[in-house]
């Protein structure tokens, strides 16, 4: 039996999904973002967030770029359960790596069918804590970067934010991450920094994983990548 944590201040959303999941799963109720974090804090058992958007005390993407990390290492699945319904959020919840999307109000065959689908997913996907790409190791669960060298391993000293941007380009493995995305993801949406803090960021970044031997390359009017050499 799975265990899912409800991330949504209604108590009309909490009585559906407990009505539709709770004879099969477990289901656990937070209604602000604080609670959900004291809930994960607490070590207790997640397999599946749903989480919607605007919640009393934040914005739920803002919450889960924050998060995406420990998730990814711990197995932990998203499914957005929203009434924000737009091609922009659609886009951006699965670049943060969510499962699903579902707008309100919905179908609860359909819900029930698409969570349990979800679930099934997750089951058979193994838990990576780690990620190595060429001389870089990346520990997703100590939120820490390492430069690896045959035997020896030697921590990167980053920043928060140079540590997410690290992780979001490596895992792109190779692939262009644009200047939007990153600002998306690392500082979040309603966030008002601009695209030259990304660039400031990027060349203290490049600056610290110069001795790895992966480069980050600058493509011109759109974003970054990274070398991964894997």
Wanted: proline fraction near 2%; charged fraction near 25%.
């Amino acid at each position: 039996m799975a265990t899912i944590l409800l991330v949504d201040d209604s108590p009309e959303i909490k009585e559906v999904v407990c009505a539709v999941l709770k004879r099969d799963h477990g289901v656990e109720w937070a209604k602000t973002l604080r609670e959900a974090q004291d809930y994960l804090d607490s070590g207790r058992k997640v397999d599946l967030v749903l989480l919607d958007i605007d919640l009393p005390d934040g914005n739920g993407m803002d919450f889960l770029g924050q998060v995406a990390g420990r998730f990814e290492a711990q197995g932990v699945g998203t499914i957005f359960l929203t009434g924000t319904n737009n091609v922009h959020s659609r886009v951006r919840s699965f670049s943060l790596g969510a499962l699903d999307y579902i707008p309100k109000p919905f179908d609860i065959v359909e819900f029930q069918v698409r969570v349990s689908a979800k679930l099934k997913s997750t089951e058979r996907t193994a838990v990576k804590s780690v990620l190595t790409k060429g001389n870089i190791t990346v520990d997703l669960v100590r939120q820490q970067a390492f430069e690896v060298s045959g035997d020896n391993r030697r921590q990167l000293d980053l920043t928060p934010v140079e540590f997410r941007m690290l992780l979001i380009l490596l895992q792109r493995d190779g692939s262009v991450v644009t200047r939007k995305e990153i600002l998306d993801t690392v500082w979040g949406q309603t966030s008002h920094v601009s695209s030259r803090c990304v660039d400031h960021h990027v060349c203290g970044l490049r600056k610290k994983i110069s001795t790895t031997g992966q480069k980050i390359e600058s493509i011109y009017g759109v974003g970054y990548r990274i070398d991964t050499f894997a």
